[in-house]
Every structure is written in C-alpha cells, then in structure tokens.
C-alpha cells in the first residue's frame, strides 16, 4: 500500500506545477488533480450520508416546487454541461450544499429562516458558485497533494508505513478556505443578479445569520467565515452593481410559490408541535 501512496505522492508533487488551472472568473490558480470520475464517485458516498435517515420531500409538495423554480431559475443562467439535480430534506437544520457532480440539497429549515425568495436564491447561488469555481476539486486536491507530501517526509525520514485512511475524511463536511468563501460570494451575487433576483437579499441573509452567528447553532454557518464580515464585502460589491441593485424579482410564479412554502412549512410545523403536544410523556 505504500508503495501506490508513494507513487502517487512523488507524481503529485512532480506535477504540480503542470497541473495549477487558472480559474478564468476569478483569475486564480487552483490546484486541480482530481480527475472528475473519482470527484463522482466521492459525489456519490456523500449524497449517501447526506440522506441516510433524512426524510425526502415530494416532488409534489410546494416547498419542492418552489426551491426546484428558483435553482431553474438561476441554473439556466450557469454556462455548464452539468445535470443539476435538487433533493429537498425536511430539517429543522439551516442548511444548503451543492456537489460537483450537479446534486444540489436544501433543507427546509433554511426556507423557514428565511423571508423572501431572494435571500434563499442568494444562498443557492453561494453554494452553486462553489461548484463553478471547482472549490471541492480544489481543497480534495489540496489536502490530498500536502497529505501525500508529509506522509513522503515521514517515511524517508522519520520512517514507518503510508497512512492513507484519510480519504474517508474527505467525505464529510470540511471548511473551504476564507479566499474560497468569498470568491463564492462574489459569483454568487453576480449569478443572483443575472438571473434577475434583487441583490439586498444577500445582504438581508446575512442579517439572519449574523443571529445565528450568536446562537452558533446553524450547520451551514459552522463552515463559513463569519456574517459580519461576508456583509462587507458583499455590500461593497452591490454598490459596483450600481443603482440597478433594488431589482426585486419580477418572477410571479416565484413569489406565489414562495409564498405558499411558506405556508406549508407553517402547517407542517404546527401538526408537528400538536402530535408532540397531544402524544403521551
Ligand atoms: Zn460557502
């Protein structure tokens, strides 16, 4: 097993100067080393966990109908041969993530928080601009490449076997770096634009969060640099959107769908309250 992880490692580092992209939306190099067909296969065991013991919301339910119109909405608007693909999970969490192979998952909790479509069509755009920027590609490679490159150190100099468990740990949620983060802010607000949602939703987003901030108790924010300062810099590029930048949406259908999620996530969380009320302690 050792051998494979120090082949791997030397090609790695060998290559790496060939393999460094520059991201043409942000002009940044990345490391990319990661061919798509293993990104899929890692895609597919976090989708696993991502919904073992969740309950799946219905294609047929308003709050599915109304998340499934915004990420159309916005999608149509992203330049990629990907299939995206929305699963909608009821959970009290705040949440929402998006895979690199299309997969795109929105907890009810985050519809719940918010209170007008454009703050939930902000962070679906975050979260989609992580996956235009190749930001998963990036820190798998990244952690990958510098794993590899210790594990080389130890072995020649300190001495002992290759570890290569840590590629289970790729699996579950690690943060995106701080300058990942805020590129996928920056995307974000410019696809929310394009795709005609008015961009103070961001900036109303944040507002939520910063609470949440407090009560340090949402998932989605765990991962993310804090609210205050997204705020700033999300602010500071709404004023480079110019005047332009009160659009609200225009889209109807969107609101009369929001609008009826609303209602529903309500009613359920009310029969909810009574069947736990009306059950026996
Ligand atoms: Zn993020």
Redesign the pocket.
């Known amino acids: 097993m050792w051998r494979i992880g120090a082949a791997l490692g030397i090609t790695g580092a060998a290559s790496a100067n060939y393999l460094l992209h520059k991201n043409e939306n942000t002009g940044r190099y990345q490391l990319l080393i990661i061919p798509e067909f293993i990104l899929d296969m890692l895609c597919k065991v976090a989708k696993a966990q991502l919904e073992k013991n969740q309950a799946i919301i219905e294609h047929d339910k308003k709050v599915y109908q109304c998340i499934s119109e915004i990420s159309s909405t916005i999608t149509q608007h992203i330049d990629s041969k990907k299939t995206w693909n929305l699963t909608v999970i009821d959970s009290k969490v705040v949440n929402a993530c998006a895979l690199s192979d299309g997969s795109i998952y929105v907890y009810t909790g985050l519809v719940d928080l918010v209170e007008e479509p454009e703050e939930l069509a902000f962070i679906m755009c975050?979260?989609l601009s992580?996956v235009i920027l190749n930001h998963t590609a990036e820190k798998v490679s990244v952690r990958i490449f510098v794993y590899l490159l210790w594990q080389l150190v130890i072995f020649y100099f300190i001495g002992g076997d290759l570890d290569l468990s840590f590629i289970k740990d790729l699996l579950v949620n690690l943060p995106?770096s701080r300058a990942a983060?805020t590129e996928?802010d920056i995307q974000g607000l410019k696809l929310m634009y394009k795709a005609g949602f008015g961009v103070q939703g961001a900036v109303e987003m944040m507002k939520k969060f910063k609470e949440l901030d407090m009560e340090g108790s949402s998932a989605l924010l765990a991962?993310?640099p804090l609210s205050k300062d997204r705020s700033e810099v999300l602010k500071s590029e709404i004023k480079k959107i110019g005047e332009n930048s009160s659009k609200v949406v225009e889209n109807l259908k969107i609101r009369k769908l929001f609008k009826d999620a609303k209602s529903e996530i309500k009613e359920n969380k009310e029969s909810k309250e009574e069947i736990l009320q009306t059950s026996p302690a």
Do not use: P, R, S, Y
């Open positions: 975050h979260e992580h995106l983060e996928a991962t993310h």
